[in-house]
């Protein structure tokens, strides 16, 4: 088992930034491919980033938030980050951090899931 625990959540205005971490504790190596999922109200979940193990990691965005978010990961500290720059109204989600043994994926079909963050970006 896997237990996520994200942090870093929060209430910023339009064109502000936050940092969002997830850290993994328990059978980590089954952490091996990590990601950021979010969900705003009514709508379903949806892929933000994600990121392979490794020392030279491969990473992936959504279009809507490539050039803005940045995903990494601290391997020594089992923990994943989401920087996001250049916040938007429509960033407004709760999001959430996965992870799983197998390959890195944009689908959500990682095992193991944190409970969540609440980013609200005002206008």
């Known amino acids: 088992q896997v237990q996520l625990v994200e942090t870093g959540g929060g209430l910023v205005q339009a064109g502000g930034s936050l940092r969002l971490s997830c850290a993994a504790s328990?059978?980590?190596?089954?952490?091996?491919?990590m990601a950021w999922f979010r969900q705003a109200a009514v709508k379903e979940r949806e892929f933000v980033a994600a990121?392979?193990?490794?020392?030279?990691?491969?990473?992936y965005y959504s279009e809507s938030v490539k050039g803005r978010f940045t995903i990494s990961r601290d391997n020594a500290k089992n923990t994943v980050y989401l920087q996001m720059n250049s916040l938007e109204p429509e960033d407004t989600a709760v999001y959430y951090c996965?992870?799983?043994?197998?390959?890195?994926?944009?689908?959500?079909?990682?095992?193991?899931w944190g409970q969540g963050t609440q980013v609200t970006v005002s206008s």
């Open positions: 996965a992870a799983g043994r197998g390959a890195v994926s944009t689908s959500p079909d990682y095992p193991y």
């Open positions: 328990g059978h980590t190596s089954s952490s091996n491919a």
């Open positions: 990121i392979s193990w490794g020392s030279n990691p491969i990473r």
